[in-house]
């Protein structure tokens, strides 16, 4: 009995701290399918985790926090637009520039107006989200099996966690079923078809940007209004580029895509739990090694050894209208 | 978006090479200044401060030279990697993990002749930084996997690897804090006040050293190596136009691998300046952004050692200077001065197109009419 409480609430964790990498994913699909790369979903992520936590302690409402988040990722996502697709800059040094630049300016501003090294104000009920107990949980907790699915799995999560996995079937649609779908990915593929049949190719770029912006942004507000109440410094700590890696693995396709997150999302829950177990015949684990599996990981995956990744055809490549 | 049209070939070179760039840092350091208003300081104080900080008087310039000296290592290894096309940003784990080899070298060989012990440790730093650039190098050229994502990567395993030597390993075992024993002394590398003290001068505690001349030096093998060689050539070709080079002959792969191995071995020998130079132990965590500043360095420099002496040295100031800023105005954090190396890649790599057309034409234009006059 002991063991299966142990696998639920594994797979519980498994859930909560996959849903930035989530959310990252399919902001990063959304750029790269249109044939931007994006590395800035680190940066972005930290930006909008900053936003959030100042928002709602300041205007004392979460969601006005995320609402904040979500302007200023998409204001981020445009500079990237402007140096990248408008002024034909590289794609990858647009990029690293956001990521520092915002590393800095979180850190610096945190301390310049509360004071304390990288950190703002621990946020009060009120000004963070809640845990969602949902409708008879506590009633149901002790059938077996289904008590332990529905109340110590499904329920109690933060609204981010539902939000996240809910956004993967409406992603999948709007990419693959969709009309505006397919001139996101003609775009990617081959610019110069789509600008020919007459849809423009920086419009539906800066269009797959804005959303890229949205989505990033419910990630870093999970990071300091949900899971934790306050912002800290360099709290993302290498998310973004596991996303990244988890969108790649899952060939920029959403459904993968959520597989590769949660298999991170696994591997961490587990370091977690790992960290001074001894294991037999091995021993205890150094934990630092613990700590370092998920990047370990993400290199092991991007190397494809489970098979050879297809980038859109045109990713990296500003598109140059011919006169 | 501009729809100017300029003949390159008549625009002169230090247009393109000179003012655009003096342009760009321009506009990096005027939003930078609207970030320390947004902090609450005086911006145009905080240059002064920045200007006395890094000249006023001899220590303060000191240190400046000393930090000019990782950002020159860091600056060349971004530089090298660049022109195969390869974004190496993985220079801070280069750095811990070069450390490493100095450390390993200098403790197990003190009993050589001082100045072999010192060629060996610069040798170790090299090759463990280029070691640790190798898997990533790699796995870009067979794999595929991004060199970007995989160098973050092994910035975060380096670290996590480097807590565990220093923890469990490698540590001073007298001491709490995880760091290692300090190297004997004899072969600490001679500091600026050694030398100043022969000539007269007496000035207190800096951390520059005999290091700066190692950088200089690498400035010229950099140049050399990558512009009066066959294989710089080859590897520039690769980041050309990899297609077209593959048609001439140049293997990819071979060059990649190269260049990633030169380009961390450079990244590693700021281990020599820390730890043979300056703390003479491995501290945890002691590359401390330098191998990030790399990248605006290289940026702003050009990608060329001519480019990336004043980038380094500008940087220097801003480091020191920069401590200066934060001593005197509780608001500016050092993490300011990262935001500051974020504007300054965003204006003159990502977006050194700009203005760039307008300058240029706006040159083109002045020129011919003095020609025709």
């Not at chain 2, 990244?267 to 990030?292: D, M």
């Amino acid at each position: 009995m002991e063991f299966l409480s142990d696998i639920a609430s594994l797979i519980n964790s498994t859930l909560r701290i996959s849903t930035p990498l989530v959310f990252a994913a399919m902001a990063g699909i959304f750029a790269e399918r249109s044939g931007v790369i994006d590395f800035s979903l680190e940066g972005k992520m930290l930006m909008a985790a900053f936003v959030a936590a100042v928002g709602s302690y300041y205007l004392g409402n979460p969601w006005l926090g995320l609402l904040l988040a979500i302007i200023v990722c998409v204001c981020l996502s445009m500079l990237h637009g402007f140096a990248s697709v408008t002024h034909k800059g590289d794609q990858v040094v647009s990029c690293v520039a956001i990521n520092i630049l915002i590393i800095g300016l979180t850190t610096a501003l945190a301390a310049a107006w509360f004071g304390q090294a990288g950190l703002t104000p621990t946020l009060n009920e009120d000004q963070r989200f809640l845990e969602i107990h949902l409708p008879f949980a506590d009633a149901l907790r002790d059938i077996p099996v289904i008590g332990t699915l529905y109340s110590d799995i499904l329920s109690g999560h933060y609204v981010f966690v539902y939000l996240a996995y809910l956004s993967v079937p409406l992603v999948f649609w709007i990419v693959f079923k969709t009309s505006f779908g397919l001139r996101l990915r003609a775009v990617g593929e081959n610019p110069s078809a789509v600008d020919t049949a007459g849809i423009n190719v920086f419009t539906m770029r800066y269009k797959a940007l804005a959303i890229n912006g949205v989505l990033i942004a419910f990630a870093g507000a999970h990071l300091s209004t949900a899971v934790n109440a306050n912002f800290f410094r360099e709290m993302s700590a290498g998310r973004g580029y596991l996303a990244l890696a988890a969108m790649i693995f899952g060939k920029w396709h959403p459904k993968t895509a959520l597989i590769a997150c949660l298999l991170f999302g696994f591997t961490d829950a587990l370091q977690i739990r790992l960290q001074g177990v001894e294991l037999p015949a091995i021993g205890e684990i150094p934990v630092q090694l613990i700590q370092a599996l998920p990047y370990i990981l993400t290199v092991v995956l991007l190397a494809g050894f489970v098979g050879k990744a297809i980038a859109p055809n045109a990713i990296g490549q500003p598109y140059i209208k011919e006169r | 978006m501009s729809n100017i049209v300029v003949d390159k070939s008549k625009v002169p070179w230090w247009v393109s090479n000179v003012i655009v760039p003096l342009v760009n840092l321009t506009l990096a350091l005027l939003v930078s200044g609207l970030f320390v208003f947004i902090a609450g300081e005086n911006p145009i104080e905080a240059v002064k401060l920045i200007i006395y900080g890094s000249f006023g008087y001899i220590q303060g310039f000191a240190y400046t030279l000393y930090y000019t000296t990782n950002f020159i290592f860091t600056g060349l290894a971004f530089a090298v990697a660049f022109h195969c096309r390869l974004f190496n940003i993985g220079g801070e784990g280069q750095a811990y993990i070069g450390g490493l080899g100095v450390f390993l070298v200098a403790i197990n060989l003190s009993f050589l002749p001082v100045p072999i012990v010192w060629l060996l440790a610069i040798f170790g730093a090299f090759l463990f930084g280029a070691a640790w650039a190798y898997i990533p190098a790699y796995l870009q050229s067979k794999r595929g996997s991004h060199v970007v994502i995989t160098t973050i990567m092994f910035n975060f395993i380096a670290s996590s690897l480097m807590i565990f030597l220093l923890v469990d390993v490698i540590r001073d075992t007298n001491q709490m804090a995880p760091h290692t024993v300090k190297l004997p002394e004899e072969i600490w590398l001679p500091s600026f006040e050694a030398f100043s003290g022969i000539l007269g001068i007496k000035i207190r505690y800096s951390p520059l050293n005999l290091t700066f001349l190692l950088a200089i030096a690498s400035l010229f093998f950099v140049w050399f190596l990558v512009w009066k060689t066959k294989w710089g050539y080859e590897m520039r070709a690769v980041g050309h136009n990899t297609q077209a080079a593959i048609y001439a002959g140049i293997s990819p792969h071979k060059n990649i691998i190269i260049a990633m191995c030169i380009s961390g071995g450079l990244a590693g020998l700021l281990g020599v300046n820390e730890i043979l130079g300056v703390s003479h132990k491995i501290q945890a965590g002691f590359p401390a952004g330098y191998g990030f500043t790399g990248i605006a360095v290289a940026l702003m420099g050009r990608n060329h050692p001519i480019g990336i002496l004043p980038a380094a040295f500008l940087f220097g100031i801003l480091y020191q200077g920069g401590s200066e800023v934060t001593f005197e105005m509780p608001n500016i954090t050092r993490y300011m001065f990262v935001a500051v190396q974020g504007l300054i890649i965003l204006f003159s790599g990502a977006l050194e197109n700009l203005f760039r057309p307008q300058i240029e034409s706006f040159f083109v234009r002045r020129l011919n009419r003095e020609v025709n006059l």
